[in-house]
Each structure stands twice: as structure tokens, then as C-alpha cells.
């Protein structure tokens, strides 16, 4: 005997957040990584025309 299954709105409700939860987390993960690389680089270019900026400073005196 086959019993007809019932479509519970909570239950997929469940399912779509519990869901989104595990494709949210990789991808927070992943943008993390890039923020943060990107934050290095541009940290590194200021740096670089810091010391330029010195270097020429340092020329003119």
C-alpha cells in the first residue's frame, strides 16, 4: 500500500535555508580569500609609492 507523501511548507522552507547555509559558507570563504588578496596588493602598491615618494624627497635635499 503506497501512501501519497504531504507537502509540508515548512519542511522546504527547512530544506531551501538549510541549503542556502552550505552553498553561503564555501562561497564567504572564497570571497574572504579574495578581499583579502586584494587588500594586500593595493597595500603593497601604496607602500611602493611611499618609498618612491621618499626616495625623490630624499634626492631633492
Known amino acids: ?4 507523501a504531504e ?3 515548512g519542511d522546504v522552507i527547512f530544506q531551501v535555508i538549510a541549503f542556502l ?3 553561503a559558507i564555501p562561497v564567504g ?5 579574495i578581499l583579502l588578496n586584494k587588500r594586500a596588493s593595493r ?3 601604496v607602500e611602493a609609492k ?4 621618499l626616495e625623490e624627497k ?4
Not at 611611499?50 to 615618494?53: A, G, P, Q, S
Open 50 to 53: 611611499i618609498d618612491r615618494l
Open 43 to 45: 597595500l603593497g602598491r
Open 29 to 33: 570563504i572564497v570571497m574572504l580569500i
Open 21 to 23: 547555509l552550505l552553498v
Open 1 to 4: 500500500m503506497l501512501l501519497a
Open 7 to 9: 507537502f509540508n511548507t
Open 58 to 61: 630624499s634626492d631633492r635635499t
